[in-house]
């Protein structure tokens, strides 16, 4: 059979395929034959659950079975995906998130997924299947993908357009090895897994859901979806389909947890189109739209009412513009190319009714556009009184300090703000409770694994589940990172072993992995009690003290206080190095031992200890002494700073 094949979804006969047997089919009933049977009875039977409770998972796992093993290449409660399926010599990767990092992570640009399994394996992995284009599911591609060689990857053309466009350089891009799935169409084999593709609703198109058919039974990943029945630019989800396959026995729900605490359903977008175009055509007034631009879907409802209403619109934010060139290449927006331009000192030039600018920076982030135009300090544009401005976001979890900010210097400029509070100008594009109800009706699963998001979401998915009787012992519900889920043929459970990940981080051009980096505890440290350095002129051939001892600090004490604690410090630094001298000890050792008597001094005196930075420097050219070209520039390096 060749590496990869691709099959008309009609040739599949997928009774023959799952062969396994199912207790369902076998189950037999003789309450109809009896006669006497009371309703009491009858009713007891409907209500009882079609799945069994498990007592002890682990006696069900066969002697020498080898199991299909899940789990995510990053940490368990992150919104970001990137999720690993193996069996054998056969392992596919679903997704490959990023994450945005927070102040815990000291200002570095984002972290990725641990492939470092991956690479061990690598002679395993058979592709990359990509669900949709969001960044969270597709921005490490552009890290990755070189460490592994490139492997083929299996997406939509929006989602290759996006992911083509996160490579800084062309030529890598062009690197990229893909296959376009046709979810009507297409049944991918790639050696034991045969894949199958949903189109289920999120807020950019071309969304798959997978139905992953392993040696040991259907594994069906929702991705990020909801159920929208009248999208206003993608078609409803095929429930038909999700129907179908949840007739041939799914034996593991991975589910998009997002969403699960909320009541009733996700609000239609075609609801949030008809808001937003009847906004767009009554504002008179210049007007400003801020949306993620990975929400492709309003991105071209937005294009299409401005359209209409005649008006131009100007894009601000990289990922806006490139999202825009991505969906005009592939015919989703069909305008002239003189009603969209990038941002500039042109729209002064503009009639104030007939300007529509489209941004991004609804989260608040300290240098998006919107947050720049709301301090006053935006290159091209100043904000007037009157403008109108909408919000068509909510805050991510985490961002609502820095959105309330930019929404109170916004509300002094006396603008027109509208926001989801006022009227529906944003859905979710992750189903509510009745959308993940309606999921589990359709699919029945045996197994359930509510996947990804912190717990107070997955655990309401479990509840919810629950509620639809299903018994907790067949609800997967890891509680640590890396645990690895295995799928058997009788049951699918927590492994005892774990999968050992690490933080992943990317810094500019560094990509590092978090544990025992000494960057990230050294910025930790100045950042809360700052940095003292300490010089000390060594002469090369006595090893004795030469001159001052050079002191400066960072952050270390106020400006009152500086001359009292430098004096006190260096004092006690110079003491301290004559006494250790004595012992006749190198001069690293010296500055080494006296670290941690500076720690201790300089806790007693000021309640906290800054990075301390006690370094040398040989001042005699003549000695014959072996110095290395290293510690005549500096005694000691950043690594050595970091024990503790």
Not at 146 to 151: A, D
Request: glycine share 4%.
């Amino acid at each position: 059979m060749s590496e990869n094949n691709l099959f008309w979804n009609l040739n599949i006969d997928f009774s023959k395929k799952n062969k396994q047997k199912r207790w369902r089919q076998n189950q037999k009933t003789n309450w109809g034959l009896d006669k006497d049977l009371t309703s009491e009875a009858f009713l007891r039977h409907l209500w009882k659950s079609e799945l069994d409770d498990i007592q002890d998972p682990y006696k069900l796992v066969k002697k020498w079975e080898k199991p299909v093993k899940i789990w995510s290449l990053m940490w368990l409660e992150q919104v970001w995906q990137c999720m690993f399926v193996e069996y054998e010599n056969d392992l596919i990767i679903i997704d490959a998130a990023m994450e945005f990092t927070t102040h815990a992570n000291f200002w570095a640009d984002y972290i990725i997924p641990d492939i470092s399994y991956i690479k061990k394996n690598i002679k395993k992995l058979r592709g990359i299947i990509i669900t949709h284009g969001h960044l969270d599911h597709v921005w490490s591609l552009r890290d990755i993908l070189p460490e592994l060689w490139y492997p083929m990857i299996y997406t939509t053309p929006l989602s290759l357009g996006i992911i083509k466009k996160t490579f800084e350089n062309p030529k890598d891009a062009e690197k990229i090895r893909y296959k376009i799935i046709d979810p009507d169409i297409d049944i991918l084999k790639l050696w034991c897994f045969t894949l199958e593709f949903v189109p289920v609703n999120h807020n950019i198109p071309e969304t798959l859901a997978v139905s992953i058919h392993t040696p040991k039974g259907i594994i069906f990943d929702s991705a990020d979806f909801k159920i929208d029945h009248t999208p206003a630019i993608d078609r409803p989800a095929d429930l038909a389909k999700i129907a179908r396959i949840g007739a041939e026995w799914v034996k593991l729900y991975i589910w998009d947890s997002l969403g699960a605490n909320k009541k009733w359903r996700s609000i239609s977008e075609k609801e949030i189109w008809e808001n937003l175009d009847e906004l767009i055509q009554k504002t008179k007034t210049r007007m400003l739209i801020a949306t993620f631009a990975s929400n492709v879907w309003r991105i071209i409802q937005i294009v299409n009412s401005a359209i209409k209403a005649n008006k131009t619109i100007f894009l601000s934010g990289r990922s806006m513009v490139n999202n825009i060139e991505i969906c005009q290449q592939l015919g989703y927006i069909k305008v002239p190319k003189w009603y969209i331009r990038k941002l500039s000192e042109e729209v002064d030039t503009f009639p104030d009714d007939q300007v529509l600018i489209l941004s991004t920076g609804a989260q608040g982030e300290e240098f998006a556009a919107l947050t720049r135009m709301s301090r006053n300090e935006h290159n091209f544009l100043q904000l007037r009184k009157w403008d109108t401005i909408l919000m068509s976001a909510t805050p991510i979890p985490g961002n609502e300090w820095s959105v309330n900010t930019m929404i109170n210097n916004l509300i002094f400029k006396d603008i027109n703000l509208i926001t989801n509070d006022d009227i529906d100008v944003h859905a979710s594009g992750h189903g509510s409770m009745e959308d993940h109800k309606l999921m589990l009706s359709l699919l029945k699963p045996e197994f359930f694994l509510p996947y990804f998001m912190p717990a107070k979401e997955r655990y309401a998915h479990k509840h919810l589940a629950m509620d639809m009787w299903m018994p907790e012992s067949r609800i997967l519900m890891p509680m640590k990172n890396g645990e690895i889920i295995e799928m058997y043929d009788d049951v699918v459970l927590i492994w005892k072993e774990k999968l050992k990940l690490d933080t992943v981080m990317v810094d500019g051009k560094w990509k590092w992995h978090m544990s025992g980096e000494y960057v990230i505890k050294a910025r930790s440290i100045m950042a809360e009690d700052g940095v003292l350095a300490l010089i000390f002129k060594v002469d090369a051939k006595t090893k004795e003290l030469v001159g001052n001892i050079q002191i400066e600090s960072r952050g270390f004490v106020y400006s009152s206080e500086v001359k009292d604690i430098h004096t006190k410090v260096v004092e006690f630094a110079r003491a301290k190095y004559i006494e250790n001298s004595k012992r006749k000890m190198q001069v690293k050792d010296n500055l080494k031992i006296l670290k941690e008597d500076l720690w201790e001094f300089i806790m007693q005196i000021i309640g906290r200890v800054p990075m301390v930075m006690p370094m040398f420097v040989y001042i005699n050219k003549d000695s014959k002494d072996d110095i290395s070209k290293d510690e005549a520039i500096l005694g000691m390096t950043l690594d050595e700073q970091g024990g503790t």
